[in-house]
Nanobody, 123 residues
Framework: VQLVESGGGLVQPGGSLRLSCVVSGRAISYYGLAWFRQAPGKEREFVAAVGESETNKHYLASVEGRFTISRDSAKNAVYLQMNSLKPEDTAIYYC?????????????????WGQGTPVTVSS
């Protein structure tokens, strides 16, 4: 299984970005999917997760209401729509998948990682 992210970049505070993660090798219906991020000098942290059902979503408290995770089985992809971005959202964002956990909210639950896409929020 391979996960390939795209969509990162430089954005001003208050702006928006949409991250994409295309999964190859197996249908995403077999996996719990999530986004994590890692800022310079900090540990990797959970951002958002989606279960098999689109109604089963979980978010880091600081991004709830600003970020939206979604999955598209037809495209075998998972997305992260990020609105009202803040400088503290600056990090490398990683797509993650778990074969066992329907809801992936911890690094220890991840079986597969993408290579990461950088997001910089700065004026």
């Amino acid at each position: 299984v391979q996960l390939v992210e795209s969509g990162g970049g430089l954005v001003q505070p208050g702006g928006s970005l949409r991250l994409s993660c295309v999964v190859s090798g197996r249908a995403i219906s077999y996996y719990g999917l999530a986004w994590f991020r890692q800022a310079p000098g900090k540990e990797r942290e959970f951002v958002a997760a989606v279960g098999e059902s689109e109604t089963n979503k979980h978010y880091l408290a600081s991004v709830e209401g600003r970020f939206t995770i979604s999955r598209d089985s037809a495209k075998n992809a998972v997305y992260l729509q990020m609105n009202s971005l803040k400088p503290e959202d600056t990090a490398i964002y990683y797509c993650a998948a778990s074969r066992i956990w329907a809801v992936v909210t911890a690094v220890s639950r991840v079986d597969h990682w993408g290579q990461g896409t950088p997001v910089t929020v700065s004026s």
